[in-house]
Structures are given as structure tokens and as C-alpha cells.
């Protein structure tokens, strides 16, 4: 059965420094989201990317995230300055393109800022 | 702009009964999806089921039924013969075009 794949499942970084979150979604789905679950708390949404472009973004989605579709494949979060509050599990998810199809979740990454 | 409403932080049940989970929504377009979503302890998102705006009939997979009240923008999930392996956050999201948005959830712990 086709999944989405997150990669790494755990990083660690400290203050300050750059990472890039890795998804690999379900390949052909159309709509990629990034979300983000802070221990215990909601899922909040990040942002939803469609037709190699942003369709939507949370005002959580501030000027140190960005993300792109470098290839036919992949699918990266970057946060350029990460922040102790960024520390959160990332979930990557992938969907056809109508309403009647569920959001296709990857098994997330464990972001820790120190 | 979407808003989903899970008023339940904490729900418990006995094994073997059956619980109601409530989500109302907040929507203008007319066309979206509603679903309902498991996370057990372990982290991971498990689609259990989905319901379409203009569905007619009630969506059902195994145990699991949506009561979908679109008139009162209702779609509570209903979880029939709880199990211990229910234990989980569920959370009800909708979708509007491509976008997803959850509710806070509801954390429900099944008893022996």
C-alpha cells in the first residue's frame, strides 16, 4: 500500500540553526500539506502546496518557513532559524485533489530545538 | 474561513459501549469533506472515516458511523462495541478545496 515517508523520524538541532524536514508523498497525489503538532496539543495547519506553488498558509507560517518540491519526489519544510518553540512533531500529508479524499499522513518527524 | 469545534477534551467509556465524540464546523461553500481522524499513543494519524457535504446517508466503516447533521454543521462520530485499543486522540478535520483543518480533539480512554 502506498505511504508517505518522513525522514529523519527524530532531530535534534540547536538554536539558531537551519533544518529541512523530508516527505516523500504518496506520488500521484496532488496537494501536499505540512502540520504541526506541538506534544499533547492540536494539530495546527502550516501550509497546503498545490501545482508546485503555496495555495494556503497559517499565520504560523512566518518568514522562516519555507518549503519546497525540489524534484518529481520529494517534498522539504525549511525552518531557516529554529526557534525553542519549534519543537514540535511535523507531519507531512498528501491528497487527491477533491474533497471526497482523505489526507494521507506520513509517520512525522520529532523536531527538538535545544 | 474553516473552524472546527471538538467540545470534548476528555471522554471515558466502558468497554464494550458506545460513545458519541462531537464536532460541529463552520463553512460557507457548500461542496467539502468532513473525516475523522486516530492517534494513539504512538504518534501516528490514522484515517477512520470521511463524509461528503452532500452524502445523503450517514457514512459507516466497521465500528465506526458519522452522524452527520449538516443542517446544525454536526458530524459526530460514533464509536459502536468500544475496545481497549480505542484508547486514542481523535481528532475530526475538514476539508474545503485542498486545504485540511483538525479540531483540538478529544482524547478518549476506554475502561475495562
Known amino acids: 500500500e502506498p505511504e508517505v515517508t518522513q525522514t529523519p523520524s527524530h532531530q535534534v538541532t540547536q538554536m539558531g540553526q537551519e533544518v529541512i524536514l523530508r516527505c516523500v508523498p504518496i506520488?500521484?497525489?496532488?496537494?501536499f500539506y505540512w502540520y504541526r503538532q506541538i506534544l499533547g496539543q492540536k494539530v495546527e495547519f502550516l501550509v497546503s502546496?498545490?501545482?508546485?506553488?503555496?495555495?494556503?498558509k497559517s499565520e504560523i507560517f512566518d518568514d522562516q518557513f519555507s518549503v519546497e518540491r525540489p524534484d518529481g519526489s520529494n517534498f522539504t519544510l525549511k525552518i531557516r532559524s529554529t526557534k525553542l518553540e519549534d519543537s514540535a512533531m511535523y507531519f507531512c500529508?498528501?491528497?487527491?485533489?477533491?474533497?471526497?479524499?482523505?489526507?494521507?499522513f506520513g509517520q512525522g518527524t520529532r523536531l527538538t530545538v535545544v | 474561513a474553516q473552524k472546527i469545534t471538538q467540545t470534548q477534551p476528555g471522554m471515558f467509556v466502558q468497554e464494550k459501549e458506545a460513545v458519541t465524540l462531537d464536532c460541529t464546523y463552520d463553512?460557507?461553500?457548500?461542496?467539502?469533506?468532513l473525516f475523522w481522524y486516530k492517534q494513539p499513543s504512538s504518534g501516528e494519524m490514522i484515517f477512520l472515516i470521511y463524509?461528503?457535504?452532500?452524502?445523503?446517508q450517514n457514512a459507516t466503516e466497521g465500528r465506526y458511523s458519522l452522524n452527520f447533521q449538516k443542517a446544525r454543521k454536526s458530524a459526530n462520530l460514533v464509536i459502536s462495541a468500544s475496545q481497549l485499543g480505542d484508547s486514542a486522540m481523535y481528532f475530526c478535520?475538514?476539508?474545503?478545496?485542498?486545504?485540511?483543518?483538525f479540531g483540538a480533539g478529544t482524547r478518549l480512554t476506554v475502561k475495562p
Open positions: 500529508a498528501s491528497s487527491d485533489r477533491t474533497e471526497n479524499t482523505e489526507a494521507f
Open positions: 506520488s500521484n497525489h496532488l496537494y
Open positions: 502546496f498545490y501545482n508546485n506553488e503555496i495555495s494556503e
Open positions: 463553512t460557507s461553500d457548500p461542496s467539502y469533506g
Open positions: 463524509q461528503g457535504s452532500y452524502d445523503q
Open positions: 478535520a475538514m476539508r474545503e478545496g485542498g486545504d485540511m483543518r
